[in-house]
Each structure stands twice: as C-alpha cells, then as structure tokens.
C-alpha cells in the first residue's frame, strides 16, 4: 500500500520495532523519523512539522500502565491539536484504548501488528488537507487544480488529450470557475511550456487600446506612441497566447483577430510590414457557445478558428463533491498566509457549505474561506464562521426541496430548452452526454 508523501514521526523505546517500523514506511513512499527517548519530542515537533506520530504507551514503568504514553499524547494534542497520533501498546486493554481516544489519539493499535493493517490505520490517520492534496489535485508544473467530481476528472481527461497538441482551444464556464487555471495547465502540459504564457483580457480593451495592446505598434505611429512596442502575440510567439473574455469583444474587434488568426502574421500600427507569428491560441468566455454562435454578436467563421476543441467548466454548484476538498485547500492557504494555526472545517461548516449554491462559484468559494480564516476566534470553522458575500445573487432552494429535486428539474429544463436533444443539453449543463445519461437513469427519466 502506497502513502502520500507525508512525514511520520516513531517514538518507542524499542530499536527493533524502530527499525521494523522505518524500513516498512519508507518503502511506502513516506519520509520517517525515529526516536527512542520521549524527551525528545517537544524539540522534534519544533523543528519538522509531522503529519502522523506513532507513539509507544509505555516507556519507563514497569507496570506498563499506559501513563507515559497518555503524559505525551497529552503533550503533543496540547500545542499540536491537528497532528495525528496512533497509539502502540503491547497490551490490548480496551479501557486503555478508550482513554486513550478520549485523550485525543486517531487510533490505537496493537503489538504484534500486521503490516498491512498498520498502513491502513496510518492512511485513515492522515490529515484531511493531506490526502485531498493526494487524492483530489490535479498539478500542472505550478498550477493547480482541486477536484474529486466525475464531471471535473473528465475536464482533467481532455486536457491531458489536448494539450500536447497545438490545437486551438475554447473554454466555457461561468465567472469564476477557473478558466484562466485551466488555459495555463494546458500550456503547462504542452510541448510549448518552455516558452511565454501570454494572457490578455481582451473583454477590457477598448476600441483604440485592441490593435495597440494585441498587435504592437511602431514609434510615432499615434501622439503617445513614444518608442517600438511589441504586441501580446509577438511577445507570445512561440508559446501561447490566452485570450480571455472573447465573447465581449465588438464584430470590428472579430474581424481584425480572424485576419490575423487565417495569415498568421501581425502588423504594427505605423508599419506596413508584417510579422509571422507562432502562437497556441487559447479563448475562454462566460458566454454559452449557442449565445456565442448567435450571428449578430458572434462571427461564426471565428468561431471556427479559435473552438477546434471546446472544454466546459461546470459551475460549483453542478459538483458538490469539490467543495470541501477546495475548501480545505483555501483553509491551508489562508493559514499559512495570515500565519494562523492550522485550521479545520467543522460539520455544521461543511453543511452550511454543501447547501449553498455558489453563483460566484470557485472564486466566492475562495473568498468565503480567506474572511472565515482571518475572523474565526479558534482553529475550527463553524457554520458562524462561513459569512456569504451579499455581492452574489443566490439560487434559493424552495422550501422543503432537496438537492436531488433541483439536480432533476434543472437537467428537465436543459432538455426542454434543446427540444429533446441531449447533446445541445448537457453542453448546456457543463457535462458529458454520458454523465447526463448516467443522471437520466438515475432519475427515472426518459
């Protein structure tokens, strides 16, 4: 059984079992620490942060009582609330288990052990935030992405697919579900990843700003045009070029960049001469891809250059089963940044959390959790502690409606808004045609 690469602090006064113990979770793919003097675990614990400690009950007394072992648990729970502690004993009293639990150990195991069942008990012992970042991460060289829902695995599945190729990419998502962190792991992933990563909000520029910023321009080209500037798509060359919010640009704006995109090759403002250009381009946008094809917005032979592959981001509140693993990514964040303890999430915070509905998605997510970890009075957020922002609008739940109820009638209306056609409705919805016939079947629908 493999082990996230966590660290493992053994303190028992028996070498053998020391040395039993580090040659079996080393070999897991953790990094071990062994002691054999209890007196040693205040300096250790202030030099090396430990996610699982497994310590022995009974060190100096004779009659093997458990009280060493309950003294330093005692010790370590005190100033290190959050670590993990497994308690060994030779002697299996259940009383002593029980004390022991109630003194704050994770778990309690027994002398003899078997190896696999000593894994198993450390797994189960290892930090929520240390397995999520395991289990739930998808890592991009310094990007990251938190996600467990089938629907995201599938997001992570197509960029795996498209990345290595130079394939123009176009991807959809509300406000705030993280389509800039999904453009620069696909960059990350690309054989152009040694090169610029250029991203420009394109929805910002106006009119006399477009050609300047995207094309560059020559010196004396307009009154404070002072010096040679080089335009994003030449500082992007032989890399990639991120172009946010494409569906706010005017029809004037299109038909510059599809001149550009058919010729591959810019030309400055106050120049005649043109520049090749070797960009992977990148579009994303919060606009439906059926708003986005409507003719008097959207050119559609645009469309064409910049959408070979579409990548759909679902919105929060389409994958419950992120929000706590995001959350607690944002919780260790935020307390290392505001140099805060480590900081848990209570149930009554994970309910509050799962009913909500998220119209600001990740980024209102990320927010919520930053104000908790600077207001919250101790290193547990409870349901008081998780203040929603009055900036979004929320989707109410009726009353007395479930999760489930919602989930159906919001799938009902996507298919009655496509008349019929599954595939226009689940791009509609943010996921594959499979996930949305997995959900028909799941609801009894035909």
Known sequence: ?????????????????????????????????????????????????????????????????????????????????????????????????????????????????????????????????????????????????????????????????????????????????????????????SLRNKSPFIKVDVGALTESLFESELFGYKKGAFTDAKEDRLGRFEAANGGTLFLDEIGNISLQQQAKLLTVLQNRQVTKLGSNEPTAIDIRLICATNISIQDLSNENKFRKDLIYRINTVEIIIPPLRNRKEDIVPLANYFLEVYSQKYLKPPTQLHQSAIKKLQQYSFPGNVRELQYIIERAVIMADSNMITEQDIIYSPIEKTVELEKNDTLSNVEKKTILKAIENNNGNISKAAKELGITRTALYRRLNKYDID
Do not use: C
């Not at 190896?115 to 930090?127: A, C, D, F, G, V």
């Open 1 to 189: 059984m493999k082990l996230p690469p966590i660290q493992i602090l053994v303190v028992d006064d028996d070498p053998d079992v020391l040395t039993a113990v580090s040659y079996l979770l080393r070999s897991t793919g953790a990094t071990v620490t062994t002691e054999k003097n209890p007196e040693q675990i205040p300096s250790l614990l202030t030099t090396k942060k430990f996610d699982v400690i497994l310590l022995d009950m009974n060190f100096k007394s004779v009659i093997h009582s458990g009280n060493e072992g309950i003294y330093w648990l005692q010790k370590i729970k005190s100033k290190y609330p959050d670590t993990s502690v497994i308690m060994i004993t030779a002697y299996g009293a259940i009383d002593l288990a029980i004390r022991s639990l109630k003194e704050g150990a994770t778990d309690f195991i027994v002398k003899p052990w078997n190896n696999e069942k000593l894994l198993q008990t450390i797994y189960h012992s290892i930090p929520t935030t240390e397995k999520t970042k395991k289990q739930n991460t998808k890592h991009s060289g310094n990007t990251t992405i938190i996600g467990q829902s089938e629907v995201l695995q599938e997001v992570f599945l197509k960029i795996e697919k498209v990345a290595p190729t130079d394939a123009n990419i176009l991807i959809l998502g509300e406000n705030g579900t993280g389509k800039d962190l999904i453009a620069k792991a696909i960059h990350e992933q």
